[in-house]
């Protein structure tokens, strides 16, 4: 078994995390007291390795401590193997001798990530700015870190006096050379005097805080020209240029590693050689501080973006229970034990209800480790968090007979250990069905639930499939959607930490964020998201939800930036807040699935449904400067300054002014303003008489067809009447639906067209696949097609159309007159074209009538029959 | 009359030199096949009830298309019970019109067309068909060769399950025969049941309600049979019997493909299926064609068959030929039928054939832009396959027709495609046939070096050539070989081969237009305007076949089983690149990419697959009616 993350580098047979415990790191004794209080258990006495594992839950100050402890403590040597250090190159995530995926880092950062945010850890707080240098050597790290964030202080700069005070010029090499090897590898370039970090370093190298900023400071100082370096410094900076900080780094790590082997500034060259790069990694996530010092809660929401760390497993901040932890779990806990697949897309949730059942158990969860045996409540259970992994030690196919082996034979079992296995659903047919013959009930319950859709009776297995979830149903109260939009809005640093911030009334991420907190709004926000996920271009997943949220609140915004921009008194533009951000794709977005997420979104714009007459009436009020009759009585919010100042900036010119160098003209910002104020109406003021309309005019009706409390008979009636309506029949002239042989061509030339009655289609609720719905247990769900099926007499199947909402929505409106414009809706109506073929060339039991058409006019309504040949009026 | 670099090789492949035009001429060429279906092989000649005194000329001249929509509609509105009006009656005739009569080939200056029969699946639609004005291409004759023998076979052993007999019944909706159709028969009779058609495909029972009308003194009956005289004035011709086919194993598949689509197609309307049948017949002529090429330039180079096409030679050939020796009925019966297209026999034939012509097709369409430029290479290379096709297959006639003279010299039989090198060599060896061989060889340059379509400078170091090549037979056949290769392909007359090849691949028909049926569609370059695709009704046809061969087998069939199937069964490849090819690896990662994933969505538009799960292997592909 390797070690990993900071142990890394001592080897694969290294064991020094579960060797050291607390009290073998160098911490202050608060911060270790503390620790050992966090932690539990044996107190000081606590490995590192059990210690790593319970960090989540512990203050943020004490796990910077522990990290810089852990991070000190890996650079000894190792003390439980004798075994080579195996050289690890920077930015390798296959580091060489660790080839299982095990070994590997626990999770997609490289080294190079974690030193950088091992560094960032090292930063003042606000606090320490505005002490005295007194101060700072005698305040504790803990506190030297988390504690008296002062926005209004300055970058503290100890002057000159104290440079000169601590006789920096007067160094030895030695000195120097020490102070720049921490200086390099902590913090990756010149001692800044406002880093608070300084101390602990300081402390390792056995010298004053203060002495350890004057020359740093002076230092910089001389790099940069402003004072004339001594002999010491001179030859330093000859042989350490700016732009060597990485070599530099390295070189200086070895001298670090044995104190006897100081160098003296004339041997360096020769002496230091090109040393392994030390991964500084650490078993924590730390969110960087900003560089003014000020409190950063969006540095943590940030983390929630695509691609950020909280977005695997269970997330900070937003966590909310689904069904699976409300109701699975307990299942678990007190019924016998038994076989729980998990399947789904990525970011469906698999891993984040195992963590929860590992958390359940009291079991850590270890990075890199894929199995684990648990007990709940007693009910032993082995969970698999990926059972399509591939590992160097054993192949898949053996940690499958692993976790099914007990479920093998003919019939259901109740096995002494239960399995919890997230897997790919393809994987798990597959090895099934090589083994079909050892496994032929599970077989049959596999293949039943996953290629079926049925379930078998009889038995107490679990299948989940996580794409039958819809984080937003069944409504927008209690939606996994609502948890997550409440808890982000609802998260108590908005007020501990924005109340630190001068910047706490003009921020727009605040403002979102508290608009987050009102129902009405979420309300809102669930419509659009809801008409994503019944599009059936995505499958919007709990990973889609969280990272939305967190984008549309954040955006682009950093907190030391909203600060910058507060104090300069420059106004923020609506495209930062929420109303708008909500709709906005992100261009260059490495993040595929989010960017999917963000055009299907952004398709739902309420500005984009055209409503000439509210828009003409919203246009009108901006021109005229009467922007306060769109924007509402509520008060003054952070964002109507910036749409004043639009406003007022259209208002004040005209559309006959040339528009400055790379401005747009006057039309267009009107266009823009109207759009911004119309969507601000939609999101926080929907009731507002000139608020757009909801984009999916019938979401309503197609939510309620799939719970079935809607009359389907007369939907059905509306749905054919649009139908045929997309052939340019006026709504009503016919019950039936007139299906022509070549639906692409409608009713152009002359021919028959099958009228099939009403009575032969019934419409039904249907999943994303199309085939028919079925409510499942554990899991939030709803209908996110509607399946609209003909059946002949003898109930044959004759042709099935799955209807997503814009779907569904683009006949609907076909009906009231409009025609398919987009591309996505012209490929709707082509996608019927397959329906109509089934219908139109379907040798029926029971003869329909037929309409004789000719350009696009029904002449006559014929009946062929043997004993009957009719034409009558249409 | 006949050109000394012949053209058209008859011996070889019917495959004329002009392609079919026009769609309508298409449906022409399809009447023409039901026709031969009837008559056995004979061809029709024009019908006396299809013809009108014209009072200007006192000639008589074809009904027009008019003229035949009035006199179907009369009958229409005028039988017992029906109720149309007028008004009605002048909505069925102009629909009749416009969607039901086929026009025929323009005659002259006049307004109106002639009209060439009815556009129904079905033989009493044959009661209006007026050979006259239609142009007969190939596609009528490939058709019914291929199919010929199963319609003998089923009558010998009874067995109704061969392709021939299946589509024959499919035309023969409704209708229990009194005296059958037979090979000499000079009249066929029949009692239509009504019900039966008016039950599968009511537009179909409209028009054969016509047909079956009260006769009048102009235009007979067909409720009991068709007019005498439209067997007694039929005759066989030679000119449009195959003798051979280049590949046996395709059309043993295309005799399966119509076997299955015709035994799993019950649900489906008459008219719809007859559609699957046009697709099917024609996209196994077009893969035929593909095939066979690759078969005659194997062929020309090796100067032997190889092992694999041997095999399928000796297996089906007898069987599939049209016409065949006085004893293989008596064989059939001792033996059994090779060509019935079994399962074992596609079997083996998958197994077997080792010369697949593996061609990318755009499975999306050309906003796909690398798939379909892949696609357009694919086609490219076609082209340049045909150019070595057109000289091998024109050399190659010219070899049987040598072989042919030399073997009545020596008193032996004329060899066959199969061995027609292998006994050229043979005697270019022998001291014995040599000097004939040589001097046949002379003749046939200097008989070939009269076409006018010779270049100029390959006649002027013809005579040096022939010298230095004299009483050396192989160098002289190379000679005629570079006559016949000069004056075909650096004429404008090779733009004609490719027109072919084109409205083979196109559906049918030249393609001015996508045709649902074919496997070509617009969008390429100036010079290579279209790219290889599989249009809509194509795809529906191969998911067809496949699913439901894959049925016969009771297996079900996944989407990867159909991208398999199309690659083996047919060379069609959806998401790999054929062997050999130039394209950029990267620009073969977008198109199998594109085409891959259009072909999912297409087949989940077109209700052909059903996904049960977000696995990718976990899905059905299906056709109507089957049960996934």
Known sequence: MSTNGPFGPHGIDCHCHSFYTLRDLRLEPQSLDGLAKAVGGAGVNTSIQV?????????????????????????????????????????????????????????????????????????????????????????????????????????????????????????????????????????????????????AIAREIGCHPLELLAFSQHLARCDAGFERPNRVADSVLREYPRGSEGALSRRLA?????????????????????????????????????????????????????????TRGRPPIVYTPTQLETTLLPVLRTGPQTLVVLSGNAGDGKTAFIETALRASGTPVVGGTNEYHILLEGHPYFVVLDGSEDSATRTNDDLLTNAFGRFRGDAPVLPDRGTIIAINKG??????????????????????????????????????DLNDRSVLA????????????????????????????????????????????????????????????????????????????????????????????????????????????????????????????????????????????????????????ALQEVLGQAGETPDLAGLKAQSWAIASSSIDEEPPAGEPEY????????????????????????????PVATMDDFIRIGRGDADDQLLLTRLIASLNATLGIEPGRFQELLAPRDYSEGLR?????????????????????????????????????????????????????????????????????????????????????????????????????????????????????????????? | MARPVPRRTAELELWDVN????????????????????????????????????????????????????????????????????????????????????????????????????????????????????????????????????????????????????????????????????????????????????????????????????????????????????????????????????CPGSVVYMRRAIRLVLQGGSRVGHTALAEIIETTLVNHAALYFIRGMRVLNALNTERHLGESCANCWDRFQADLRPIGDAERRDRWQADGYQAGAERADVDW?????????????????????????????????????????????????????????????????????????????KWAGDTGTRMALSVLWDQQIERLATDQDVPGAVLEKLDGERARAAGDPRALEMLAREIVSEAILSTRSFTRYVELMNSLLGGGALPTNQDPKGLMARGGTRATPFHLSINDRALEAFVAVLALEAADRMEPLSFQGLIDGLRIRYGLLVDTLPAGSTATSGMLAEAASQSREALRDRLHAMGLLQEFSDSSEWNRVTWRGQKS
Request: proline letters at 6%.
């Open chain 1, 51 to 199: 210690a790593t594992s319970r960090m989540r839950s512990v203050d943020e100050g004490l796990r910077q401590a522990f990290a810089i402890g852990v991070g000190v403590l890996a650079k000894r040597e190792c003390a439980t193997s004798s075994a080579d250090v195996p050289p690890v190159g920077w930015r390798t995530h296959a580091r060489l001798g660790f080839s299982t995926a095990a070994e590997r880092w626990p999770d997609d950062l490289d080294p190079a990530e974690w030193a950088s945010l091992f560094a960032g850890t090292l930063r003042p707080n606000a606090a320490q700015k505005s002490a005295d240098l007194g101060a700072i050597g005698s305040s504790t790290l803990t506190n030297l870190i988390r504690d008296g964030h002062d926005r209004d202080a300055s970058p503290y700069d100890p002057g000159p006096d104290t440079v000169d005070l601590y006789r920096v010029r007067e160094w030895s090499v030695q000195e120097t050379m020490r102070v720049l090897a921490i200086s390099r590898q902590r913090i990756g370039g010149w001692l800044d005097p406002s880093e608070v970090g300084v101390r």
């Open chain 1, 254 to 310: 070895v001298a670090l590693t044995d104190e006897s082997e100081l160098l003296d500034v004339d041997q360096t060259e020769h002496d230091l050689i090109d040393v392994q790069d030390t991964p500084l990694s650490l078993p924590l996530e730390v969110p960087p501080a900003p560089e003014d010092g000020g409190p950063n809660p969006l540095g943590v929401v940030r983390r929630l973006f695509p691609g950020g760390s909280g």
């Open chain 1, 427 to 464: 994987r798990l047919l597959n090895f099934l069905e090589t083994h079909r013959d050892e496994y032929e009930f599970l077989w049959r319950v596999v293949t039943n639930r996953f290629v079926g859709g049925t379930v078998l009776a009889g038995h107490e297995y679990v299948l989940i």
């Open chain 1, 474 to 625: 069944p409504d927008s109260t209690s939606s996994i959607f609502a948890g997550i939009a409440r808890r982000l809005g609802e998260w108590d640093a908005w007020e501990r930490e924005c109340r630190k911030c001068d910047a706490i009334d003009v921020c727009p991420a605040r403002f979102n964020a508290m608009a987050l907190r009102s129902p009405r709004v979420r309300e809102q926000m669930w419509k659009t998201l809801a008409a994503a996920d019944l599009d059936d271009r995505v499958h919007v997943t709990v990973r889609h939800i969280v990272t939305k949220l967190a984008t549309s609140v954040v955006g682009d915004a950093r907190c030391p930036d909203v600060r910058s921009q507060a104090r300069s008194g420059r106004t923020f533009l609506p495209s930062n807040f929420l109303y708008t951000s909500l709709f906005a794709t992100r261009s260059g977005d490495a993040h595929a699935e989010a960017a999917a997420m963000d055009r299907i979104v952004a398709a739902y714009d309420p500005t984009e449904q055209g409503a000439p007459r509210r828009d003409r009436q919203v246009a009108y009020l901006v021109l005229r400067g």
């Open chain 1, 667 to 694: 039309r267009l910002r009107v266009l823009d303003l109207v759009r911004h104020a119309s969507r601000r109406m939609y999101l926080l003021e929907p009731d507002h008489p000139l608020a757009p309309a909801d």
């Open chain 1, 749 to 874: 030339g002359t021919g028959f067209a099958a009228m099939v009655p009403r009575s032969r289609f019934a419409l039904a609720p249907a999943n994303a696949l199309g085939n028919e719905y079925e409510e499942r247990p554990y899991l939030e769900a709803w209908p996110r097609a509607l399946r609209l099926a003909a059946r002949d007499v003898d109930g044959v199947v004759v042709a099935a159309i799955a209807l997503p909402l814009l779907m569904f929505e683009v006949i609907d409106r076909a009906g009231r007159g409009f025609r398919p414009t987009s591309q996505t809706e012209r490929s709707y109506i082509v996608r019927l074209n397959g329906f109509y073929r089934r219908l139109a060339e379907h040798a029926w039991l029971e003869q329909p009538t037929y309409a004789l058409y000719e350009r696009g006019q029904v002449r006559a309504r014929a009946t062929i029959q043997p004993d009957l040949i009719a034409f009558a009026e249409a």
């Open chain 2, 19 to 246: 392609p079919v035009g026009t769609r309508d001429a298409w449906r022409r060429e399809i009447l023409q096949f039901w026709a031969l279906m009837l008559t056995r092989g004979r061809r029709v000649r024009a019908q006396a009830h299809m013809t009108a005194l014209d009072p200007e000329s006192g000639k008589n001249r074809p009904l027009t298309t008019y003229e035949l929509a009035h006199e179907l509609a009369d009958r229409i509105a005028s039988i017992p019970g029906a109720l149309a009006n007028e008004k009605r009656r002048q909505d069925i005739e102009r629909w009749l019109h416009e969607s039901i009569v086929i026009p025929g080939e323009r005659r002259g200056r006049t307004s109106s067309l002639p009209a060439a029969g009815l556009r129904i699946p079905h033989y009493l639609g044959l009661l209006a068909f007026n050979r006259a004005v239609t142009r007969e291409r190939f596609w009528a004759a490939f058709f019914y060769s291929a199919l010929a023998t199963d319609l003998e076979a089923g009558e010998v052993l009874g067995n109704e399950d061969y392709a021939g007999i299946r589509l024959e019944r499919f035309l023969a909706l409704g209708l229990s025969f009194i005296t059958t159709p037979a090979p000499y028969a000079t009249a066929v009779s029949w009692s239509v049941d009504h019900r039966l058609v008016a039950a599968k495909d009511p537009e179909v029972e409209l028009v054969i309600r016509a047909l079956t009308a009260i006769p009048t003194t102009d235009f007979p009956t067909a409720a009991s049979g068709l007019p005498p005289a439209f067997f007694s004035t039929s005759a066989r011709t030679d000119k449009g019997t195959y003798r051979q086919f280049l």
């Open chain 2, 349 to 425: 034939i998958d197994a077997n054939c080792d010369v697949r012509q593996e061609v990318f097709v755009n499975a999306g369409r050309k906003e796909h832009t690398a798939a379909k430029d892949l696609a357009r290479l694919s086609l490219e290379q076609l082209r340049r396959e045909l150019a070595t096709y057109t000289v091998n297959r024109i050399c190659t006639a010219i070899c049987l027709e040598v072989a042919a003279a030399v073997a009545r010299t020596v008193g032996q039989e004329a060899p066959t495609l199969r061995d027609v090198f292998q006994m050229l060599d």
